[in-house]
């Protein structure tokens, strides 16, 4: 027989799950509550013990006048001997020759009773502790009410503080959010005042911000001047290839410099895309013949399927670059058949291999980078060409895996 172990409860849980503004307010209100009750009970018992120590001592000082009137023959009207109303233990206590003072309740009320022996019998006194009680009812009011205006100021006060540091890092997060979504040269620093951690934090992440934007600067940089220093001579070996004799090397050849050019005129485009001069040309246009009319400039073997035609304004140069590198990333990489579909503004394309490998899931499309051999070869740059032209036009991007098997890239133009 198996027995199954019972699985602990995550203590930390709901704690991880709360806000920090809510963390903040929730231990500021419970030190607050439970400084509060310390301090209200200790007063409470201080009070209780200083008006039953004034009543034992008013008792105690009428006990020993009514014993002097005893002794004198005189009678004393606070004082009565053999009291039947006189608590058992205090009679007892004083019967066997002690004096003593107990707080007792009867049908009279609350009272203070003081006892001591005399001859053939015990006499009492008694003081009576209504008003005191009714004295510590009230204090005790006072105390609670004390005690809910201190708690709440103090978890106004904490929740005031706890927001200022939630804001800031609400800002400081929203900021780091934009770092990560391309916007390099935003900074924290000025959104985050004070000199405190979160300035601290702010400080580090505007340093990483302007670290990661010195070394993009530097590698667009760099991918567009190899391609500028490339394009001259490339343009030369492109003549000097023409000009050989015909026969299977020369193709060879002619076939290599050409891919050759054609990955170096995508630099050069990806180097346009990352400066961020690029303006769309829009134009209104069917959206169905725009397709149509990028599948027969491809040249490729497409299946198109329309669910709904719509007219859209967009630029329709960047539209046959992005819809013509998805279809050439789909043959290449994938296996047939390819399918385009348009639905409204939304364009998908499909094909049936080994689908995208996880890194381009995760992170998106960069370039000189095909993690999955099962998808074939290449440089990564059409797909990051593709996204560059997304974002110049305003559009979106997605790219997924079907749940039946192949890559699923989705094209959603932007409303006009």
Partial sequence: ??????????????????????????????????????????????????????????????????????GRGLSNPVAARDDPALPTRLHDLAAGGR???????????????????????????????????RAIADLDRIILLTVVAAVFTTVLAGVLVADRISRRLRTAATAARGIAA??????????????????????????????????LEDEQRFTADVAHEL??????????????????????????????????????EVSRLDADVESPDLSAVPLERAVRRTVTLTGLDVQIGITSDQEVRTDLRRLDRILGNLLLNAHRHGVGPVEL??????????????????????HGPQRFRTDAPERGRGHGLGLTIATGHTRVIGATLTFANHPAGGALATLTLPPD
């Fill in 182 to 215: 391309g916007g390099t040269d935003t900074r924290i620093g000025e959104l985050v005042d004070g000199k405190d951690e979160v300035a601290d934090l702010a400080a580090a992440v505007d340093l990483m911000s302007r670290t990661l934007h010195r070394r």
């Fill in 341 to 362: 579909h348009v639905d409204g503004r939304r364009i998908t394309v499909r094909d049936h291999g080994p689908g995208y490998p996880d890194d381009l899931l995760d």
């Fill in 99 to 133: 004096e003593g003072t107990v707080l007792a309740t009867d049908q009279q009320g609350e009272s203070m009773w003081a006892a001591a022996p005399v001859q053939g019998g015990v006499l009492s006194v008694r003081v009576d502790f209504t008003q005191d009680r």
């Fill in 1 to 70: 027989m198996t027995v199954r172990r019972p699985r602990p409860f995550p203590s930390g849980l709901t704690l991880r799950r709360m806000t920090l503004r809510r963390q903040i307010a929730t231990a500021v209100a419970a030190i607050s509550v439970l400084v509060a009750v310390a301090v209200g009970l200790l007063v409470h018992q201080a009070m209780i013990r200083q008006h039953v120590d004034q009543a034992r001592s008013s008792a105690l000082t009428a006990l020993n006048s009514a014993l002097t009137d005893y």
């Fill in 231 to 268: 394009r001259t001579p490339l343009t030369g070996l492109v003549t000097a290839a023409e000009l050989l004799p015909p026969g299977r090397p020369t193709q060879l050849v002619q076939n290599r410099v050409q891919a050759l050019r054609a990955l170096v005129e995508d630099l050069l």
